[in-house]
């Protein structure tokens, strides 16, 4: 059960959920897949040149290069998808809820009456494949900035409709 579900009070019901686009996945998967073919590739390549194993081998060290680029494209691509996995964002009918964080957690929830204003920023990319990021402003507290999320016009939409209910 996700963390909204488990906060909602009595009466309060869930009005939309915020989703990562799925560009964000595609650049996760590209920061892994692409250095584990070129990995392959050289890995390949080198095993068919003679004393490839040679310590004075040219060779070895572009194995050794690519292995950390690979390396590097893990870590990448796992602290990319602990955070999508880790990340939930909402808008109750009665609060924005944004929770984050994998073995600590952390929340920033915000009042529907208590938000002031909201803003939408979307690069060219953004506009065009449908993805950008919200910052919620409110009283009292600091603003809240959402990752990129998927139709953001839409979330925006839903806060609106959510505080004219309020």
């Known amino acids: 059960m ?3 579900d488990k906060s909602l009070g009595d009466g309060e019901t869930v009005i939309a959920r ?3 686009h799925w560009l964000y996945n595609l650049s996760a ?3 892994l897949l692409l250095p584990a073919i070129v990995f392959l590739a050289v890995l390949s390549w080198a095993g068919e040149q003679p004393n490839f194993m040679t310590s004075g081998n040219p060779m070895t060290w572009l194995v050794a290069v690519v292995g950390v680029w690979l390396l590097l494209g893990l870590i990448a691509f796992f602290r990319m998808m602990i955070r999508k996995w880790t990340t939930e964002i909402g808008v109750t009918s009665h609060r924005f809820v944004e929770k984050y ?3 600590s957690m952390r929340t920033n929830e915000i ?3 208590n938000i002031e204003g909201v803003r939408v920023n979307q690069s060219l990319l953004g506009r065009i494949f449908g993805y950008g990021t919200i910052r919620i402003e409110g009283t009292g507290v600091d603003a809240v900035t959402t990752p990129n999320i998927a139709d953001p016009v839409g979330f925006v939409r839903a806060i609106q409709t959510a505080r004219e209910h309020v």
């Open 2 to 4: 996700s963390y909204i």
């Open 18 to 20: 915020a989703h990562f």
């Open 29 to 31: 998967w590209m920061q």
């Open 111 to 113: 009042a529907l009456p």
């Open 101 to 103: 964080g994998a073995l």
